[in-house]
């Protein structure tokens, strides 16, 4: 096993010198010319002296640039920070400020987004990515360059397991951005753990639908390199209607898709399915969010050769735990989470952290090779979520509180119970805003959910739901309120309901609900 990430191109190259490491957009770049693409980015960095463990950013689009980008940040043994273009202004100065990230890798297209950045101050000495120029008075070393400095032979560089390999942000429940620190060794952990439970191999093609600063961009990239694979970029433009991205997915002959459950809604709903062949898949694999039933029995009516499975985890931990759907007959509803992976331990606790008894619901905890090193920057909320406890065996470990409440099943599996920062007092009940998503979700045209809280100016909140339903369908308020009234009690029954064209996502696909809340003037227009 590789001790760093950057090891297994070399490997891979190796392996596969000719092979497709990643497609995008039809065109292909091999797992050789990676590698030294990689070896050029690096070379690239250490002259502008780069060290071991400093920060370097990443701000790119979807292209072929990415993976070249990632390694080569670690070879010159650095830390990658990938930046979501997409973000907020204020939010990438965030990021790059709490880091301390003094490089930037960019693209041409990103001039006028860099020079913002430049002219709010942001402490950059050096930008990959651009002609010189077009970042002022700062130090810019052209692709062109880089290209130049590309070798078959990888830099010396000292970088060991435990060295920071990424920094990933999330929004977090208040806005703003985590920052969870990742080790060559914590990554590593999940990636050994994806390929083999999944079997990927050479001959394997890994979708890349989310944004590559998510946690799925692990699985899509990483993983893909253990196993010498190839990762297929999905553009903005190819992800544009359900449509095209199942003529992608059919023309890669994608074999392994990864997303949350909204992404594959989509595709069945509106992708056109029954006329394309996607007969090379073999593995669906979703996690974020909940998956409604009628959906998942018609995705696997769907796609009769893929296996079906449910991956859960967060960010700080990767994927802790998972279930296969079987391949036939019924699965448990809700759908469970599944048991922990090889490399992970769970325990189920009260608000003490002691264990609950079997079958209630408590918070869960995992610990294991696979969770992150802490928030960078924020000693409080590393007090409060990683916490000392006793584990299997003689020693005491590490444990990271996820938030979220399971309950254990009599089979050992583990059933999620919703979000602990979902729960909402409405006069005085506790109510689950995800509960509510479910009952919305049964109801026959609604094809997607979202309740939310709404400040009531009385120090208590009021529920509020948003819908997308059936085109076809003659769906009204009422309608979805009398056939709420017959599942959910009365306290918790949205008092507005929302039929809209689309739900907000967040960056990963999940729902935002902070964006559904927000008030006009928080929107910029009206709900």
């Given at each position: 096993?590789?001790?760093?990430?950057?090891?297994?191109?070399?490997?891979?190259?190796?392996?596969?010198?000719?092979?497709?490491?990643?497609?995008?957009?039809?065109?292909?770049?091999?797992?050789?010319?990676?590698?030294?693409?990689?070896?050029?980015?690096?070379?690239?960095?250490?002259?502008?002296?780069?060290?071991?463990?400093?920060r370097v950013a990443v701000l790119l689009g979807k292209s072929l640039d990415v993976p070249a980008a990632f390694y080569g940040v670690l070879a010159a043994g650095g830390a990658l920070v990938p930046v979501d273009p997409?973000?907020?202004?204020?939010?990438?100065?965030?990021?790059?400020?709490?880091?301390?990230?003094?490089?930037?890798?960019?693209?041409?297209?990103?001039?006028?987004?860099?020079?913002?950045?430049?002219?709010?101050?942001?402490?950059?000495?050096?930008?990959?990515?651009?002609?010189?120029?077009?970042?002022?008075?700062?130090?810019?070393?052209?692709?062109?360059?880089?290209?130049?400095?590309?070798?078959?032979?990888?830099?010396?560089?000292?970088?060991?397991?435990?060295?920071?390999?990424?920094?990933?942000?999330?929004?977090?429940?208040?806005?703003?951005?985590?920052?969870?620190?990742?080790?060559?060794?914590?990554?590593?952990?999940?990636?050994?753990?994806?390929?083999?439970?999944?079997?990927?191999?050479?001959?394997?093609?890994?979708?890349?639908?989310?944004?590559?600063?998510?946690?799925?961009?692990?699985?899509?990239?990483?993983?893909?390199?253990?196993?010498?694979?190839?990762?297929?970029?999905?553009?903005?433009?190819?992800?544009?209607?359900?449509?095209?991205?199942?003529?992608?997915?059919?023309?890669?002959?994608?074999?392994?898709?990864?997303?949350?459950?909204?992404?594959?809604?989509?595709?069945?709903?509106?992708?056109?399915?029954?006329?394309?062949?996607?007969?090379?898949?073999?593995?669906?694999?979703?996690?974020?969010?909940?998956?409604?039933?009628?959906?998942?029995?018609?995705?696997?009516?769907?796609?009769?050769?893929?296996?079906?499975?449910?991956?859960?985890?967060?960010?700080?931990?990767?994927?802790?735990?998972?279930?296969?759907?079987?391949?036939?007959?019924?699965?448990?509803?809700?759908?469970?989470?599944?048991?922990?992976?090889?490399?992970?331990?769970?325990?189920?606790?009260?608000?003490?952290?002691?264990?609950?008894?079997?079958?209630?619901?408590?918070?869960?905890?995992?610990?294991?090779?696979?969770?992150?090193?802490?928030?960078?920057?924020?000693?409080?909320?590393?007090?409060?979520?990683?916490?000392?406890?006793?584990?299997?065996?003689?020693?005491?470990?590490?444990?990271?509180?996820?938030?979220?409440?399971?309950?254990?099943?009599?089979?050992?599996?583990?059933?999620?119970?919703?979000?602990?920062?979902?729960?909402?007092?409405?006069?005085?009940?506790?109510?689950?805003?995800?509960?509510?998503?479910?009952?919305?979700?049964?109801?026959?045209?609604?094809?997607?959910?979202?309740?939310?809280?709404?400040?009531?100016?009385?120090?208590?909140?009021?529920?509020?739901?948003?819908?997308?339903?059936?085109?076809?369908?003659?769906?009204?308020?009422?309608?979805?309120?009398?056939?709420?009234?017959?599942?959910?009690?009365?306290?918790?029954?949205?008092?507005?309901?929302?039929?809209?064209?689309?739900?907000?996502?967040?960056?990963?696909?999940?729902?935002?609900?902070?964006?559904?809340?927000?008030?006009?003037?928080?929107?910029?227009?009206?709900?």
């Amino acid at each position: 096993m590789p001790v760093t990430l950057h090891r297994m191109v070399d490997e891979a190259a190796m392996r596969r010198p000719d092979g497709d490491a990643a497609r995008c957009d039809g065109a292909g770049l091999s797992w050789q010319e990676l590698a030294r693409r990689v070896n050029g980015v690096a070379r690239a960095l250490l002259d502008t002296g780069v060290g071991r463990g400093d920060r370097v950013a990443v701000l790119l689009g979807k292209s072929l640039d990415v993976p070249a980008a990632f390694y080569g940040v670690l070879a010159a043994g650095g830390a990658l920070v990938p930046v979501d273009p997409k973000s907020p202004v204020e939010q990438i100065l965030r990021i790059l400020r709490t880091t301390g990230a003094t490089r930037l890798v960019t693209e041409p297209g990103r001039r006028a987004s860099v020079a913002g950045l430049l002219d709010a101050g942001v402490e950059v000495s050096h930008v990959v990515g651009l002609e010189p120029g077009d970042a002022g008075s700062v130090n810019t070393v052209p692709w062109s360059a880089v290209d130049q400095l590309a070798s078959d032979r990888p830099p010396t560089v000292d970088v060991g397991g435990l060295d920071t390999s990424y920094v990933l942000h999330t929004s977090g429940s208040t806005g703003e951005p985590k920052l969870i620190r990742h080790t060559h060794s914590s990554a590593l952990a999940f990636v050994e753990w994806a390929v083999e439970t999944y079997g990927l191999g050479p001959d394997d093609r890994l979708s890349n639908h989310s944004s590559h600063h998510t946690c799925f961009a692990t699985f899509d990239f990483y993983a893909a390199a253990r196993a010498a694979a190839t990762t297929v970029i999905l553009t903005p433009a190819a992800m544009l209607m359900p449509a095209s991205l199942a003529q992608v997915i059919e023309g890669e002959s994608v074999t392994i898709w990864y997303s949350v459950p909204t992404a594959l809604v989509q595709l069945l709903l509106r992708g056109n399915l029954e006329e394309r062949n996607l007969d090379a898949l073999r593995w669906v694999l979703f996690a974020g969010e909940t998956f409604p039933e009628k959906h998942l029995q018609h995705l696997r009516a769907r796609l009769p050769n893929a296996r079906l499975s449910h991956v859960y985890g967060s960010t700080e931990v990767n994927v802790c735990t998972f279930y296969h759907l079987p391949e036939s007959g019924s699965w448990p509803s809700p759908l469970p989470i599944g048991r922990p992976c090889s490399n992970a331990a769970a325990v189920v606790v009260d608000e003490a952290l002691e264990p609950v008894a079997g079958g209630d619901a408590g918070e869960l905890l995992i610990s294991g090779s696979t969770v992150m090193s802490g928030y960078w920057g924020d000693s409080d909320r590393n007090r409060r979520v990683l916490v000392r406890r006793p584990a299997p065996g003689a020693f005491d470990d590490i444990y990271f509180r996820t938030g979220d409440r399971v309950r254990t099943l009599p089979d050992g599996t583990l059933s999620f119970a919703g979000r602990a920062d979902l729960q909402v007092k409405v006069r005085g009940y506790r109510v689950e805003l995800e509960e509510i998503d479910g009952a919305l979700l049964a109801l026959g045209p609604v094809h997607e959910a979202a309740a939310f809280a709404v400040p009531d100016g009385e120090g208590s909140s009021v529920i509020h739901a948003a819908v997308v339903v059936d085109e076809a369908a003659e769906v009204t308020h009422k309608s979805l309120l009398d056939g709420l009234k017959s599942t959910l009690p009365l306290y918790a029954v949205p008092s507005v309901i929302e039929i809209v064209a689309s739900l907000p996502r967040t960056p990963t696909g999940k729902v935002d609900r902070k964006m559904l809340a927000a008030t006009p003037d928080d929107k910029g227009t009206p709900r």
